[in-house]
């Protein structure tokens, strides 16, 4: 059948190493067995089971055998069979035969189209599991999916496949797709779809926002299970000890992380009041962790230790609803430096069968998603995961399939969103509505740990009722963890917070002297400003006043392993009492463990301002000269001149931050006046935070549903795009369907959404800097032979997370033209910088004004 001289034998791959061949049959029966174990955890394994069967149901064609043996050299190039694989890669179409035979089998079933439903969102995967999922209806309004179902025959080659299928498949398709079986699947498919799009609102079959939004929800879960499973098959036919390593990866339990952690926790003395607080708060959080699963709230004031506490509850949540793993999502990859190493130094033990942690912030992944690169990506498999908000939002949103293979991941899981303020405006609602799912869908829960809790769960409290029919947080009952967080703030008050702001504002001398003033009040000071311009002039003018040794830099254009380096120098001058004079972006307000006495303050939203103050007296340690406890210092200050008009998230919180100045100054002008101070301390309290976020979200409700214009042919969002997509010319389409008592269909733009979609709103490119043991890494990376030591790239790549930089497309084509840019080998998308261009100081350094600071990655 493939070729004239060998046995009938269908092909799914050929290893490149040594030409072994892997069955279709094989792959087919191991992709549906993964694919229905993770379909399993939202009740649809049946679904995830056919889909794994059917999704290379296109490879029976003999044109794509004779492709896979062209490309494999198992054809001669002078046979007639051989066909020339550059120019019919990605050309032979193997993806929709499998959609159109799920698609003619069920979507008949049901007086009420609910076999319809069924078929498109099974079928909708299938044709996506190489592309990323695809439209429904385009940018355009043509109906992509529709015509993927009438595909001719000759593009297909639909009929020669069901001829050229192997009997073993025959036979697991006639068993799931008899009669009896097909009504059963679909029956139960549909009730999960119904429950779960909320079809019915006393009329049968209506529509909604979020109803629309879920269903699609329910088909990126279900692509996501066939992605990773098809990945995970592939990989281990090409490594087998993969599938030894996966696994193991079972093999642990959350009762040994438990024991572990409560033996470090009692070995940590209580000999300061920060120190008792915190076990109390510990102790309360571990009491609920017994309680239903849902969306809870962590309000604890800086340095009241969230990473423990937090990873304290969600362990023995887990053990107590059987959750599959935890994951950490946090908004800067300093966090997750810092906070992934306390984690695995107590989880981590000697004999351990798998690391219990896993970092990811892939800051290289290229865009073009090479196959070694496929193979060596990330699935964040792993007991306890810490990731950026970035990568969670990608996963969920993100067009192509290198990132929504990790969507099921998320499913049967303790999600902790640490500092969740720092969560994009535009994504809030997509955010909201994919939370909800996975916490009422998927079987998840999920707690929102910060000091300044934004109100996700009443935007329809903030003047616009329409807001929670667009998407809001559905919190569990008793959602705060905390029971007296008025109390707890009150306790754990360990500075004093100055309003230096003045008409005409600050000058770069003025802001820097006062810097060298805190230093010889305190020993120590720290400096937060809003963009790396500043941080590099502010640092260059105290680095001249003072000794070499004492004054620092942190902003992003260096890589992670080198702030970490500077941050730990830092540390340890801090612990010796020797002189620190840090300038920092305001990369080091969430959740990066220093203790200054003085902290100087860029104005900027309150919850910067308030996260700023956590890196102030973190521990309750400060003394004067004769040992007396006092408080820190927190002085907010307003530059003269400052280059942000291209950052709108720092310029309203700044003026609602001015707004919540004034009206503290009028509520306590007699306490301010009696003291003949300003002493703006409450300003960091729950209820003044939760007014600012009022006043934040207020004016901006309308940026939530993440708007674009200029894409096609109209304005729109993509909360719309991912749901009803109604502003599209066919909105009727649906409405036609209600009318003869119909269930809706799929009408969403999900390629379109996607490759709109991003969590930052400049794109970035990643290079890999030459910076200790990057430059080894890089040299390494270059001579690598990727096609056959995949493992390797893999490993180098994860590696190389630690010497990498954001680059924002102005500065990425001024490297370009510079020539300090280098790709690692030609088509791999993955790039280093020169050396000349990093400097040990600053970082990435080619002179510029850049307003922007990447924080999320």
């Not at 009722?465 to 705060?480: F, I």
């Amino acid at each position: 059948m493939v070729l004239k001289d060998r046995l009938v034998r269908y092909l799914a791959h050929v290893r490149g190493g040594d030409g072994w061949e892997q069955p279709l049959m094989d792959h087919l029966r191991n992709v549906g067995r993964l694919s229905e174990s993770f379909a399993g955890k939202i009740g649809l394994g049946d679904a995830g089971k056919m889909i794994g069967l059917l999704h290379d149901l296109g490879k029976y064609s003999r044109s794509f055998q004779n492709y896979l043996l062209s490309s494999s050299g198992k054809i001669n190039p002078d046979s007639e069979e051989y066909m020339d694989p550059f120019s019919k890669k990605g050309k032979i179409d193997h993806s929709t035969a499998g959609a159109k035979y799920i698609w003619e089998k069920l979507r008949g079933v049901g007086k009420c189209g609910q076999g319809e439903v069924c078929a498109q969102i099974m079928a909708l995967c299938i044709a996506s599991h190489h592309s990323g999922m695809i439209d429904c209806l385009s940018k355009d309004d043509k109906l992509v999916f529709w015509d993927r179902m009438d595909k001719p025959d000759e593009g297909t080659r639909y009929s020669e496949c069901l001829s050229a299928m192997e009997n073993e498949l025959k036979t697991l398709l006639n068993e799931s797709l008899d009669d009896s079986k097909v009504n059963s699947t679909v029956n139960s498919f549909f009730s999960y779809l119904n429950k779960t799009a909320r079809f019915s609102t006393g009329e049968k079959y209506g529509f909604s926002t979020i109803g629309a939004f879920n269903l699609g929800m329910t088909a990126r879960f279900l692509l996501s299970c066939l992605v990773d499973a098809d990945r995970i098959d592939s990989a281990e036919f090409e490594d087998p000890s993969r599938k030894k390593e996966r696994l193991r990866r079972r093999d642990f339990d959350w009762q040994t992380g438990i024991d572990r952690l409560e033996r470090v926790l009692d070995s940590y003395k209580q000999d300061s009041q920060v120190n008792e607080i915190r076990r109390r708060i510990s102790d309360e959080c571990l009491e609920r962790a017994d309680d239903p699963q849902g969306i809870y709230t962590l309000s604890v004031p800086t340095g009241g230790g969230k990473t423990l506490l937090s990873l304290r509850y969600a362990m023995r949540h887990a053990l107590r609803h059987d959750l599959h793993r935890i994951i950490y999502v946090v908004p800067f990859t300093s966090i997750i430096e810092q906070n992934a190493q306390e984690v695995r130094s107590i989880l981590e033990g000697e004999g351990d069968a798998c690391p219990w942690v896993l970092e990811h912030h892939s800051n290289i992944e290229p865009e073009r998603q090479t196959w070694s690169y496929k193979l060596a990506a990330e699935n964040w498999d792993c007991p306890v995961v810490f990731t950026t908000m970035v990568q969670f939002l990608e996963t969920l949103f993100r067009g192509g399939n290198s990132r929504v293979r990790r969507m099921h991941m998320l499913a049967k899981t303790v999600l902790v969103f640490d500092e969740i303020q720092s969560l994009p405006i535009k994504c809030t609602h997509l955010f909201c509505n994919a939370l909800n799912f996975l916490v009422e869908q998927a079987g998840s829960t999920a707690v929102l740990c910060t000091a300044t809790q934004p109100t996700l769960d009443r935007l329809s409290s903030l003047g616009n009722p329409g807001l929670a029919e667009k998407g809001e947080l559905h919190m569990a009952e008793n959602s705060e963890l905390v029971s007296d967080k008025t109390s707890l703030f009150d306790d754990l008050r360990r500075v004093r917070v100055s309003n230096l702001s003045r008409s005409g504002g600050w000058s770069k001398e003025e802001i820097g002297d006062l810097a060298l003033k805190r230093l010889e009040d305190f020993g120590n000071c720290l400096v937060v400003v809003n963009t790396k311009t500043w941080a590099k002039r502010l640092f260059e003018y105290c680095s001249s006043e003072t000794e070499a040794e004492v004054t620092f830099h942190l902003s992003t254009g260096q890589c992670p392993a080198h702030r970490k380096e500077r941050l730990a120098v830092i540390r340890k001058r801090l612990s010796e009492g020797r002189r620190v004079l840090c300038i920092s972006t305001q990369l080091i307000e969430a959740g990066v463990d220093v203790d200054f006495g003085a902290v100087i303050r860029f104005i900027a939203g309150l919850d910067s301002i308030a996260q700023a103050a956590g890196r102030c007296n973190r521990h309750g340690e400060l003394r004067d000269s004769e040992g007396v406890p006092m408080m820190g210092d927190v002085s907010i200050v307003n530059p003269s001149e400052e280059k942000i008009s291209t950052l709108k998230d720092i310029l309203i919180g700044q003026e609602k931050t001015k707004r919540i100045l004034s009206e503290y100054e009028e509520e306590h002008r007699h306490e301010l006046k009696a003291c003949e101070a300003t002493d703006y301390s409450g300003l960091l309290d729950p209820i003044t935070l939760y007014r600012y976020f009022d006043y934040f979200f207020f004016e901006r409700t309308d940026e939530m549903g993440y708007n674009f214009s200029g894409k096609g042919s109209r304005d729109d969002n993509l909360l719309n795009l991912l749901s009803l997509n109604d502003k599209s010319g066919l909105a009727e389409f649906n409405v036609k369907r209600k009318s003869t008592g119909k269930a809706p269909l799929l009408l969403q733009s999900f390629k379109f959404a996607g490759d709109i979609f991003r969590a930052i709103d400049a794109p970035t490119n990643s290079v890999i800097c030459p910076y200790g043991a990057g430059k080894e890494l890089i040299s390494k990376l270059c001579s690598l032979s990727i096609g056959f030591e995949f493992e390797e790239y893999g490993t180098l790549l994860r590696r190389a997370q630690q010497y990498s930089v954001n680059v924002f497309p102005n500065v990425w084509k001024r490297l370009c033209n510079a020539g300090a840019v280098h790709e690692i080998q030609e088509g791999e998308g993955v790039f280093y910088l020169d050396k000349a261009f990093y400097n040990s100081d600053f970082g990435l350094c080619l002179e510029q004004d850049s307003p922007m600071e990447l924080l999320m990655s």
